[in-house]
């Protein structure tokens, strides 16, 4: 499977943004098969687990910080991953990654997920 995020810009404070992870280049599975994560990285920092959806979109995980803000979900039959992100302020500054596991739900581990996307950039000036 092949990832592609996108979404990103920059945006003031308190503003909003919503990011799309599109699936391609599915082969013998369909998009349901596979447990999707966001993850974020800031340069010279370690990388962040954002939000996680099972294949069926039926079970989210969050880290902690961001709940209430962020909202992960997901529609298999255009094979894309949606993360809307309210309320955003300057720490969310950070490259976004979108991530995919054949499995049930791969959860905030990295290192579950074997496919990963490209990045897209988040800039929240204050």
């Known amino acids: 499977v092949q990832l592609q995020a996108s979404g990103g810009g920059l945006v003031q404070a308190g503003g909003s943004l919503r990011l799309s992870c599109t699936a391609s280049?599915?082969?013998?599975?369909?998009?349901?098969?596979?447990?999707v994560g966001w993850f974020r990285q800031v340069p010279g920092k370690e990388r962040e687990s954002v939000a996680a959806?099972?294949?069926?979109?039926?079970?989210?995980y969050y880290t902690d910080s961001l709940k209430g803000r962020f909202t992960i979900t997901r529609d298999n039959a255009k094979n894309l991953v949606f993360l809307q992100m309210n309320s955003l302020q300057p720490e969310d500054t950070a490259v976004y990654y979108c991530?995919?596991?054949?499995?049930?739900?791969?959860?905030?581990?990295?290192?579950?997920?074997?496919?990963w996307g490209q990045g897209t950039q988040v800039t929240v000036s204050s």
């Open positions: 959806v099972t294949g069926s979109g039926d079970a989210a």
């Open positions: 991530a995919a596991a054949l499995t049930a739900f791969g959860g905030a581990d990295g290192g579950t997920y074997r496919y």
């Open positions: 280049e599915i082969s013998g599975v369909s998009f349901s098969d596979y447990a």
